[in-house]
């Protein structure tokens, strides 16, 4: 039995959501780790690059390539919307808009007048044909124990590919000139200006890459579920990313990849965990598949606070910048 | 050269100048018009007319709360006035973004001093350069384009860090630093940026003595050696007498009083102001606190 | 690397305070499950006891009639209310449909209105969705009463005074619990995201004891605004508090509250479940008409109880010496400090006072509406919205900017579909963040 947990657990911390989410926080922790910017709304980045995605290849017929383009094009869109009232302002205005503007947008795929363009609460399908053409893996069971099928081991690879190549373009951003200003906005962006940066401008370009991160990650996640409806995206989403950052270390490059897989790996061992221990019936009164839930949300919820009350700076943070408190 | 030692001489862009408040200077690189910035009823800043020397050391004295720092903060575009006009080196600054007055070449430091904690000593300094390439989000992914320039910031801050004697923390994060070391942490980096017109809010304030005499000297190599302007507020009147070429008293957000250091310490709005001043401040705060009872505002 | 003594000692003393944070933190959290556990435990039988998962078969199933005639071709919508499922099916000829689900739970019912013949509509079109409960191996039945459609132009006065009525009874109930959110982060500068899970508890509370203990609701709703005062104290004094004292950054204290709120929001959908619940009493009464407009006596109570709440808050703030510190606080936390106002007191009492708010709020919203576990969260952004468009840290702002939300969002229903009517109210926030971000009642930020 112990080996089953495991191995769903391992199944799960090296899959493509794990991958998936480790790209939001790729993008969080930009926002966050390295600008300081509280961005609470992350899945509605994720929202609009998979609908931009999704939209464009199952409703117009377009092409795989031309959903990608629309989907960073979105989550463009929405930065610039998002930030244009909000950077300006204390960090909290930002917070607040942003998980506002995710729950606008999901209110508004799942309204029935939306239906021909988003499926309204079906959501849409039929989109990952392209993309799962591209797989040069032939059907059968990949890695042993943990019994990847072709697509799944495919959209696997693209996924952890593109948490590579986003970290990488990450780390070398923040090597540059360009990222020495963004990490003394987060420091104090008073003093940024007070030496000639326009602080506006850095906080917005990180926006705006830290969502298009975001909305990659949007696409893989429901590219490897072959379908999505509005209830993917609902707030919790953002603060499983936090969670990942805080987890991994924020302001790390290798932060959201350690965190994803680490957080994964936790909370599905805990809800395997807690689904034998409910479908035992040892406990009795408690309902299987809302305690499953419930129970491994509240562990996401202490998590958050007592890392964040312990460690702020993560499993991988920096102990020289620990000591600094963050002010 | 001078027949005082204790005070220094009056220059030379300010023989003839009369010592009253407001008065026209022959080459100002600042000049403040009809200033006012009020909160919630209470004028913070009211100034009429003011013009600050060019290549000269300027002291802005005043007791608590006369609006020296809601001043700074408006001439750096940190504050917005409700109303009035300025302009730096011949160019109105009015509406002017932060960012913008700094690279026109007006640069300020805190009070309150801003280290940036989690970067090192030498990238706080660094930061300061402006003209970067690879400050560019397009150019940063492309190091061939900005790796030299990088390395003459690099040159220019290492320079800096030696002058300041904070050379052996080079590679510290500057939240390690003392008190003292942040303020020539700020001042240095400040001068990364190459201003015209440097506003220092309290150099010396929380520095310890020993400190002090190295960032007068400090203060005093801008003018003499760098040839640039300077405003400090300084509470310390010693220090203020000590370098200043020029001082302006202001009280409740009026300028009171103007003149070189050698007149402004026996001018009678100036001794009335800072006695008046502790004697009103308690009173005001008396006051405040019954209105604030009665109204619970 | 040298490192030096300064910072070491500074590590020492937040390990102390650390030290006594977590155990805090722990302890209250520990206490707050351990009740939750035994109040449920007490519930005895809740919703799937034992499963036999080889005989379970569960299904939602109607007809659609319109005068004796059955109507095909209508589309039928069946969404399991966590979202995990949907399932679509098309009316027969007989006008009969029926779709086989995965297991026993609450799913929500929609009738594609868009799909009924021409001439047949609702007979109430709010009723185009249901919520049903499956039981195991059981059919529920979804009724959807088909009759003439509605004219809708011509009561176009009449929908707008409703929409009013229902935007003043909801705004009243978002500016009462916005008011400890604004005067919270007045006094501490937290943005406390966990405000709403505040009402959800208060609600949550009340549901307990008035339906597991069967408690009449005019007792559970004192002793659950009691309890929500006492949890909204403890948090200050276990969690809060302790923070504060560690200097812990503003931006540090909202991740916690971020936590804590996704803490709150579970252990009551551990114990509530995921669907709906309803109070024992005053529910079910028939509708009284006024004039235009049609109103139930209790939501009638419910906003004249929430004026003469928000008045009494009002009297409090202005007219009592701990409401007059309240704002001095708000207003000017150092200023208040020195002229001798214990700082942490009054920030506990307006904890204390907020934490009781929102649970009346939570309790009136639970009467008008329904208890579930994301009530309050669904509410917190409108209480965001509400909070910023009076000015935050405002207990007046809070208030007006609550009534004004709730107004646009209902009133919105009038011309727009309601199920995007809380985006008009985010909506407002936005606007007001271009063009006024220090609110209606705020003042523009001091700097320096």
Sequence with gaps: MIETLFFDALRSAVGPTAASYALLAVGLNLHFGYTGLLNFGQVGFMLVGAYGMAITVSVFGGPLWLGVIVGVLAAVVLSLLLGAPTLRLRADYLAITTIAAGEILRFLVRNTGSDALTGSVFGLRQFAGDFYALSPFPPGDYLGPLRFNANRLWVTLVGWGLVTLLSLLVWALMRSPWGRVLRSIREDEDAARSLGKNVFLFKMQSLILGGVIGAIGGMVFVLALQNLTPEMFLPQVTFFAFAIMILGGTGTVLGPTLGAVVFWFLLTGLQSGIRSVVDSGAIPGVAGGQAVGAVSLIAVGLLLMVLMIRRPQGVLGNREELRLDVS | MSPDPALPTIPEGLRGVAHEPGVAKPDPILVVDGLRRSFGGVTAVDVEHLEIPRGLITGLIGPNGAGKTTLFNLLTGFDTPDEGDWTFDGTSAVGTSAYRVARAGMVRTFQLTKALSRMTVLENLMLGASGQHGERMRTALLPWRWRAQEQEVLERAEELLVRFRLDHMRDQYAGTLSGGQRKLLEMARALMVEPSLVMLDEPMAGVNPALTQSLLGHVKDLRDVEGRSVVFVEHDMDVVFDISDWVVCLAQGRVIAEGPPSAIGADPAVVDAYLGATHDHRALREERRRRREESGA | ?448
């Design chain 3, 1 to 448: 690397m040298v490192s030096s003594s300064v910072p070491s000692c500074s590590v020492r003393s937040t390990r102390t305070a650390i030290s006594t944070v977590v155990p805090t933190l722990a302890a209250a959290l520990l206490a707050s499950v351990a009740v939750a556990l035994a109040l449920a435990l007490s519930l005895g039988a809740s919703p799937a006891s034992a499963q036999d998962a080889a005989t379970t078969e569960e299904s939602i199933g109607g007809r659609l009639a319109f005068e004796g005639e059955a109507v095909a071709g209508v589309t039928i919508v069946v969404a399991s209310t966590d979202g995990s499922a949907t399932f679509e099916t098309v009316t027969d000829a007989d006008g009969a449909w029926l779709v086989v689900l995965p297991g026993p739970g609450t799913y929500r019912v929609e009738l594609q209105v868009a799909t009924l013949p021409e001439g047949i509509g609702l007979r109430d079109p709010e009723r185009s969705s249901l919520e049903l409960r499956v039981f195991e191996n059981s059919t529920s039945a979804a009724i959807f009463a088909l009759g003439e459609p509605q004219e809708v132009e011509s009561d176009l006065l009449r929908r707008i005074l409703q929409g009013t009525l229902n935007g003043l009874k909801f705004g009243l109930i978002i500016g009462m619990t916005s008011i400890g959110l604004s005067l919270i982060f007045g006094t501490t500068g937290l943005v406390n995201f966990a405000h709403g899970d505040l009402v959800t508890v208060g609600a949550f509370l009340a549901f307990l004891l008035n339906v597991t203990l069967g408690l009449h609701l005019l007792i559970a709703a004192p002793l659950a605004v009691i309890g929500g005062a006492v949890i909204a104290g403890a948090l200050d004094r276990g969690i809060w508090r302790p923070l504060r004292a560690r200097q812990t950054g503003l931006i540090a204290m909202l991740v916690v509250s971020i936590g804590l709120a996704f803490v709150l929001r579970h252990v009551v959908l551990l114990f509530l479940g995921g669907s709906r619940q309803s109070y024992m009493d005053f529910t079910l009464q028939s509708a009284l008409d006024i004039g235009l407009v049609r109103v139930q006596p209790v939501e009638l109570w419910v906003m004249g109880l929430s004026v003469a709440m928000l008045v009494a808050v009002g009297l409090m703030l202005t007219r009592t010496r701990l409401g007059k510190s309240m704002r001095a606080v708000a207003d000017n936390r150092d200023l208040a400090a020195s002229s001798g106002i214990d700082v942490q007191r009054v920030i506990l009492s307006v904890w204390v006072l907020g934490g009781a708010l929102t649970a009346v709020g939570g309790v009136f919203l639970g009467m008008i509406e329904s208890v579930d576990y994301l009530m309050g969260f669904r509410l917190l952004l409108l209480m965001f919205a509400g909070v910023i468009l009076g000015g935050l840290g405002s207990a007046y702002g809070a208030m007006l900017g609550g009534l004004v939300v709730g107004l646009v969002s209902e009133v919105s229903t009038v011309w727009f579909s309601s199920q995007i009517k809380y985006v008009w109210a985010l909506g407002v926030l936005i606007l007001i963040l271009l063009f006024r971000p220090q609110g209606l009642l705020g003042r523009r930020e001091r700097f320096g």
